[in-house]
């Protein structure tokens, strides 16, 4: 039995703040952000997007009645959650208006956890094959004002349906995968910022990379020529960049030009969204899928999943006949066409004007905002959220 990504949808927040005037905002040249990090457009979220609502956008644009009534377990991936105790998906069971006969978690390692959920909807399909599961990857990416990871920011979620005979890509069942405790990236619970150790989670990526590829290939057999792609998951686009330039070193030429132009291509969204870390791998996989012209039903993809801390993996899928009817292109292109560009001041304006912690009540402002679903506040400690479209 094949199970894979059956749909797969994808949301960023209403404004983005352009790199380049970052970087002289930053007094660096606007080079260093364009072209040696790879970030042309960072989104900004409004106070009234958060990990809960900007999943809801991402998922509703993909799931029909019937996808409704047969997902049976949400899966919500996310670093930047809203709540140490209940799951971000038991709000999206409820906005979204999922069969109530489901599970719904919240997973957490890094920017891994999507993946970890995307393998545990593998085996769940395995055990219920009529069954299909929901997994979101949502986050909300801070580093903080005049940080070196202020450029490596972003927001955004993605969400995709795992189920049997999947419509858009069929992932194999051979994987590789990796866990080394490692202070990397972290973010301590009274933090509302990442701590990183820059130079650190650079190398400590492009190690697991190696090390995982190189497994990958002497466990299957497979070598560089029987993958069409090879994706990453993108911190920031020159990340994904490095380590595929090393793997392609010592390879042929076909191989070298194919991957780099498809990982070209691959980057694209990440671009101009900036990290949305637990989603970043799946919105570089949504980047090839639709913005393609040369990837056909039965090429190979390998994926590398990596959340700092550190886990990594690395695993392929394979493109499913007719997938090219089964995407959201159009949707994704106009909203992200319908951005609007906001100044560095307005960024910084927003990034510090931060719902209120620990207050009883409280309610935001959502008229500006023109997202499906919204966060509207707090009342007596609880979080509100309206679906105003
Ligand atoms: N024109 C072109 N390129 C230029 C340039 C110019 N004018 N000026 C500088 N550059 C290049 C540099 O040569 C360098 O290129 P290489 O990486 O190829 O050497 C690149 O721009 C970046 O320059 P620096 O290394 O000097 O950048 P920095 O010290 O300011 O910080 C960073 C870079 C460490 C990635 C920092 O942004 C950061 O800490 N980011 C957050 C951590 C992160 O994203 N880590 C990735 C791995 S961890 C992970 O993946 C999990 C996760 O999501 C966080």
Redesign the pocket.
Known sequence: MKIGIDKIGFFAPHMYVETSDLAVARG??P??FT???GQERMAVAPKSQDAVSLAANAAQTILTDEDKQAIDYIIFATETGVDHSKAASTYIHDLLGINPYARAVEVKQ??YSATAGLQTARGHIALNPDSKVLVLGSDI?R?GLNT??E??QGAGAVAFVVAKDPRVMAIEPTSVYKTEEAM??WRPLYSET?F?Q??F??D??INFFDDLLQRYQEKTGLHLSDFHALLF?L??T??GL?ALRAAVEDANEADRERLLNNFNISKHYNAIVG?I?TG?LYLSLLSLIENSQTLQAGDRIGLFS???GSVGEFFTGVMVTGFQDHLNTATHETMLKNRQAISVADYEAIFNDKAPVGQVSFEIDTTTDPAPFVFTGVKDHMRQYKHQA
């Open positions: 660096v040249e080079e260093k072209i040696g990090i890094a920017c990416s580093y070196a990871g450029i490596t990397d990236f990442a990183v820059g130079k989670s650079v400590q990526y998951h911190p920031y020159k990340m490095k990290n870390y970043s990596y959340g700092s």
